[in-house]
């Protein structure tokens, strides 16, 4: 007997690397009317990211250690060794909230994410 549970890919993707001392905004509160799916995930950062983190809220947290909003995922190294972090599992967001990605201030370079998601039917 076949149990078929791998992860399909998400319809909606991001793809996109994102620079030192950032907060930005993936997905809008605002266009998430009924919530979405993480369908797959992956945070990559060069062997000079201190920290990364991806937060999942109402609104924008302040940084990458900022403890009053939600943090879905975070990565953190420093040289001489790249960190990489692949999410296994579908991750469901909660209608009205954003998803943002945090970098740390003093690093040289930042994090990319590769992502793919899809928003749920309301």
């Known amino acids: 007997m076949f149990i078929d549970n791998t992860t399909p890919?998400?319809?909606?993707?991001?793809i996109?690397?994102?620079g030192p001392g950032t907060v930005t905004e993936l997905i809008?509160?605002?266009?998430?009317?009924?919530?979405?799916i993480i369908r797959t995930l992956e945070l990559n950062s060069s062997p000079t990211t201190a920290f990364?983190?991806?937060y999942?809220?109402?609104?924008?947290?302040?940084?990458?250690?900022?403890?009053?909003h939600r943090r879905v995922v975070a990565i953190g190294n420093g040289p001489p060794e790249p960190?990489?972090?692949?999410?296994?599992?579908?991750?469901?967001?909660a209608s009205g909230w954003g998803l943002w990605i945090t970098v740390?201030?003093?690093d040289t370079d930042g994090v990319s994410v590769n992502m793919t998601y899809d928003f749920i039917s309301g």
Do not use: E, K, M, R
């Open 56 to 68: 999942a809220d109402t609104s924008a947290p302040s940084g990458p250690t900022d403890g009053s």
């Open 16 to 18: 996109a690397s994102y």
């Open 9 to 14: 890919l998400g319809h909606n993707y991001i």
């Open 28 to 36: 809008s509160p605002d266009d998430n009317p009924s919530g979405f």
């Open 52 to 54: 990364a983190a991806l």
């Open 104 to 106: 740390t201030d003093g």
């Open 83 to 93: 960190s990489n972090i692949y999410y296994p599992y579908p991750l469901q967001i």
